[in-house]
């Protein structure tokens, strides 16, 4: 029986931990953790490759946002969650068909294998965010004007007190629910 690693062990539930059990191999490395340690933990089954250099330190299946999240890990530096993926990430879209799209700033290398990368020369601040732990646009050009619309106006709703609600829910700024 092998010893035990114990700093990677630590560093590896940590970025866990962070990242809904995704993991990249150059942040792991970047804390110390052996190259060694990282390809024994893939050999072993206990990090299970998603793309190259990003792999899933849980148990069972990944849900829709762990493959999210490993698409724009892999597609890094400067990339998002757009188009369906981040609409299904938004919860605006049951499921978006295909891989995930991720566009990425300037020239870069191709995206991994089940990765849509998209190059882009140009992503305005205001049309990416970080939402529940990943990377992801606005999903459509216009949709900042579509908000401040949507902010401004009382909005379609069937009854009288989702329209008190969403009143006292937009002068209070919390995120807008969705209504009927």
Known sequence: ??????????????????????VTRASLLRVGVASAAVDDRVRSGRLRPIHPGVSFAGHGELSP??????????A?????LA??????H?????????????PRLGRHRSGPAGVR????????????????????????????????LLSEAPGYTREGAER???S???KAQFPTPRFN
């Open 1 to 22: 029986m092998g010893r035990i690693d114990v700093h990677a062990e630590a560093a590896i539930a940590r970025f866990a931990a962070r990242d809904d059990d995704v």
């Open 65 to 74: 946002a762990q493959h999210h999240l490993a698409a724009v890990l892999a």
């Open 76 to 80: 890094e530096p400067d990339a998002w």
């Open 83 to 88: 188009g369906g993926s981040a609409a299904e």
């Open 90 to 102: 938004w919860r605006t879209l049951s499921a978006a068909p295909g891989p995930p799209v991720v």
């Open 117 to 148: 990368l998209r190059r882009t020369n140009h992503l305005p601040p205001d049309e990416r965010t970080v939402y529940r732990g990943i990377p992801v646009t606005s999903s459509r050009r216009g949709s900042a004007r579509l908000h401040a």
């Open 164 to 166: 008190l609600l969403r």
């Open 168 to 170: 006292l829910v937009l």
